[in-house]
């Protein structure tokens, strides 16, 4: 019996109307988190819809999109209800997606935020950690894989924008189990050389391939390096905990290769630059010190160099004789005070002085005689007291007071038994 072949394009529309016709998968009601989300410019939502073990490829148009109240992400976990059918080009059968509800952040997601929380805690992401990156580079570590585009794109990057660098790779399987301890040992493995820098990434992908660079080990090996790093995970749009802990995060590969290194046309313009400012500068310098010597050459002290010597010779004349003035009026005054000192008619009489004051000693004893209140008492007065107050007038004693007279010889006491007030 002769074999009757058919076209791909036949089997795929054969399957699809089975598809379309059962009514099994015609209304479908799924739970799981969004992956490889990508948003096309017509409005239509492209994703991969996948639990802990199975995945399925959907689509969401845009009639049924424009209906969300929510911007669908990677890591979320959603309700969704649609069909399965086959898309005829690729032979892949898909869910098209009629409705979807949020339905929180997938487990990956939740994984990711508490690792973020524990190691900003911990100060693995503080300011004072990160070290600063070299100006000029002259050896680079770059940790990836050994193919793909990412390698390529630093690679090339570096050898365009600075050639006289050199580039060491230390390949690494950048997704997987085991990849989180592979990136982990080539941090450290690059620090036992001799390098400026180190780049470590990959290229973009969903949140499953990126994952390596969100463990825990990878974050504390980028921590622990001496070696500055740069972290260049993914695309602009993608973060991992290598981008928080890493000493400065590049939004892609070839941006972190572009920072990593300075653009030599760049610096040969600076260059360039600088000669021209030094050399206007020695110019300057040239001229301002030439014109100062011709300056010097025609001053008038080095045409005539006895004239400083003259002009000092003379101001030390002038002030020696003013010196001289000033100590001969000096002596004179001393002198003349001296000879007047010496003509005193004290000094040359010295027993009239005594003479003099012992008058006056006696003028004043004579003085304070006269004063003195027991001379007075002597002449036959007296010093009449209430309780220790002289008394001047009879106003100021009653009868019954005890008053104390004073006496030049001796005290008496008297009471009074009769005031009488005399007319003046």
């Not at 949020?102 to 929380?117: C, I, T």
């Amino acid at each position: 019996m002769e074999k009757k072949y058919i076209t791909v394009t036949t089997l795929n529309k054969y399957l699809k109307n089975k598809f379309d016709t059962d009514p099994h998968i015609q209304k479908v009601s799924l739970k799981g988190e969004i992956s490889n989300f990508k948003g096309h410019t017509r409005g239509h939502l492209y994703f991969t819809l996948k639990d802990e073990s199975s995945r399925i490829s959907a689509v969401m148009f845009k009639f049924n999109a424009d209906k969300l109240s929510f911007i669908p992400e990677d890591g979320m976990t959603v309700l969704v209800e649609g069909r399965i059918s086959i898309y005829e080009a690729t032979g892949a059968y898909q869910i098209y997606i009629e409705d979807m509800e949020e339905d929180g952040l997938g487990n990956l997601y939740l994984k990711y935020e508490a690792l973020k929380k524990e190691l900003s805690e911990k100060g693995l992401f503080a300011k004072e950690h990160k070290k600063e990156l070299p100006r000029y580079p002259e050896k680079i570590g770059i940790i990836t894989a050994p193919t793909g585009a990412a390698i390529k794109d630093i690679l090339s990057t570096i050898k365009r924008r600075f050639p006289i660098c050199e580039t060491f790779i230390f390949p690494c399987l950048v997704q997987g189990e085991l990849a989180k301890e592979d990136i982990a040992k080539q941090i450290e493995e690059a620090n036992n050389h001799d390098l400026d820098l180190l780049i470590v990434g990959r290229g973009g992908g969903s949140i499953e391939d990126l994952w390596a660079f969100n463990e825990e080990v990878v974050a504390y090996a980028i921590y622990n390096s001496r070696i500055p790093i740069i972290s260049a995970v993914g695309h602009e749009i993608d973060f991992t905990i290598a981008d928080f802990v890493a000493d400065l995060r590049a939004p892609t590969p070839t941006g972190a290769a572009e920072i990593a290194v300075p653009n030599i046309a760049d610096l040969n313009i600076l260059i360039s630059q600088y000669k021209i400012r030094t050399t206007n500068l020695i110019n300057h310098y040239l001229k301002v010190n030439h014109d100062k010597l011709i300056n010097l050459k025609e001053s008038y002290v080095i045409k005539n160099p006895l004239a400083i010597y003259e002009q000092k010779e003379e101001k030390l004349s002038n002030l020696v004789t003013k010196i001289n003035n000033i100590i001969s009026n000096k002596l004179e005054f001393k002198l003349s005070y001296f000879n007047n000192i010496k003509q005193n008619h004290f000094l040359k009489n010295p027993d009239n002085l005594f003479i003099n004051h012992q008058n006056k000693y006696h003028v004043f004893l004579n003085k304070l005689e006269l004063l003195n209140p027991i001379t007075i008492l002597n002449k036959g007065y007296s010093i009449v007291k209430l309780k220790e107050t002289v008394i001047k007038n009879v106003d100021s004693i009653k009868i019954g007071d005890t008053i104390n007279i004073m006496l030049s010889e001796g005290n008496l006491d008297a009471k009074i038994e009769k005031v009488e007030k005399v007319g003046k």
